[in-house]
């Protein structure tokens, strides 16, 4: 059971929740199953249904069929009663397999982020890359940010344009690489800047 990207279903539902927008599996599980708050006088919904969670596959674009998703959420809920409480949920996607497959395609680490709803980079590339390589590398970083966070293109050039001057200077991108962790030296970021 795995999507388009050959990764598991769970595996990518549990990276964009809690890797990519920094909410626990207890604020994601609420999110979900009220979507709306719409419950009478604060009512809380205890239960997360199939519409609930096939809506959050769409809304993350995680590429997963319907058949998928159906049996991701066969998959969840374990007592097999059509729907899915918070402890089915804890123990799903608490460390699906393939999480740290999905994360490394992405660039990422298996710990959570630390700033600004950013993801934190992957550990610095081993040394010995061939020209260009590393700086491929930071541009890929800055494409996964952009993905994972909902950007778009014109919406992550104003993060990264840190002074709002329009231009993407040297300071600008050095500001951006130190915002989100992204470690990369003065000559991986001028090529960058020149492949921008």
Known sequence: MESPSNHPPLALL???LVHYNEMTLEEAFEQIANPDDEGEEGAVNEFMGYAELRQTFLDLELGCSEATIQKAFQQIDAKQDGKIDIEE????LASPEGLDDVLASRGLTNKAPQSDG??????PAPGGQKRGEA????LNQLGAVLKYNGLTLEEGFEE???D???LVSMDDLRNAAANLQIEADDETLGEV???M
């Open 193 to 195: 800047h020149e492949m």
């Open 118 to 123: 950013l993801p934190p980079p992957a550990p």
């Open 89 to 92: 949920w804890r123990e799903a």
């Open 164 to 166: 709002q001057d329009g």
């Open 135 to 138: 700086a491929r590398e930071v």
């Open 14 to 16: 549990a990276a964009a």
């Open 160 to 162: 990264v344009d840190c």
